[in-house]
């Protein structure tokens, strides 16, 4: 799969895209699969049952099931991948969640130089009252005037402007199982009237960091150890990972040395990895 060069320019201008009806064929396989990887977790946060109070995450995800790790050898989200963060892509890890409520307005990073992307698998249909993904178009944008005073303002946004999230200007990204979302960790994003397992998991994407940068990248990868990561990735996507998909795993693989030591210093710190 390529994508058009009106959908490019449209990532470029706006920051996300949205693929309706993309993954119809594996859905139902893909809803399988993050339900028993669930179960297999004790289903919900930390190996406890899901509590619909507080949000559970379990970081990396797709990493822990033979079959959800396949998607990063889907021909789709090679394509998509591939124009959007180039041939050599690397994977950068994934989340699963049930969700509960609202999420405010963030973005998942401010990065200035590297692309780096998140696919967002919702598998319920939601609509814009109760907890699709919003995006707000261009704020993504690094350098760009509107995207900068929404960068320096975050957080600050109710009393600025006298709205509660939900009334801040925004597209609202309604889904069916089946599609996938696609934006730049840069854009802002948030959802509003969720309930209170609203299943999602995302895939992390970032073009291949050069060899003068790869501090950043061990300094990027460090913010996984909250998640008591001692490896870049889980033992079900190495352990399938063929040849092909080895190249999207490798840099990080490559610089991942210190993790192991900063996930002990966290189990230290935190009673339970973070949820988000
Ligand atoms: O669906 C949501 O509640 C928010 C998703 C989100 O913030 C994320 O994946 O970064």
Redesign the pocket.
């Given at each position: 799969m390529q994508l058009t060069p009106q959908q490019k320019r449209h990532f470029d201008t706006f920051g996300f895209l949205a693929f309706p009806g993309l993954m119809d064929d594996r859905i139902a396989d893909i809803i399988a699969a993050f339900e028993e990887l669930w179960s297999r977790q004790g289903g919900g946060h930390h190996g406890q049952p899901h509590d619909g109070k507080r949000r559970s995450c379990l970081a990396p995800f797709i990493d822990h099931s033979e079959r959800l790790s396949t998607l990063l050898d889907d021909s789709r989200i090679l394509g998509i991948a591939k124009d959007l963060v180039g041939e050599d892509f690397n994977y950068m890890g994934s989340?699963g969640?049930f969700?509960v409520g609202d999420?405010g307005w963030?973005s998942?990073g401010w990065h200035s130089t590297l692309t780096h992307i998140?696919i967002?698998f919702?598998l319920d249909p939601l609509t814009r009252d109760n907890?699709c993904?919003r995006v707000i178009p261009g704020s993504h944008r690094v350098g760009d005037g509107y995207a900068e005073h929404l960068q320096r303002t975050q957080g600050a946004w109710d009393d600025l402007f006298g709205v509660p999230g939900c009334d801040i200007p925004a597209q609202a990204l309604e889904t069916r199982p089946g599609d996938i979302l696609v934006f730049n960790h840069n854009t802002k994003?948030?959802?509003f009237g969720?309930n209170k397992r609203?299943r999602?998991f995302?895939m992390n994407l970032c073009q291949r960091f050069p060899e003068a940068k790869l501090q950043e990248l061990r300094d990027y990868m460090a913010g996984g150890a909250r998640f008591w990561v001692e490896r870049a990735y889980g033992p079900a996507m190495l352990a399938t990972a063929t040849p092909a998909r080895m190249k999207h795993l490798e840099q990080a693989l490559a610089n991942d040395g210190h993790l192991k030591e900063l996930s002990r210093q966290a189990r230290e710190k935190m009673p339970e990895p973070a949820r988000g």
């Open positions: 989340d969640n969700y999420t963030h998942d998140k967002a919702y907890g993904l994003h948030a959802a969720g609203r999602m995302t």
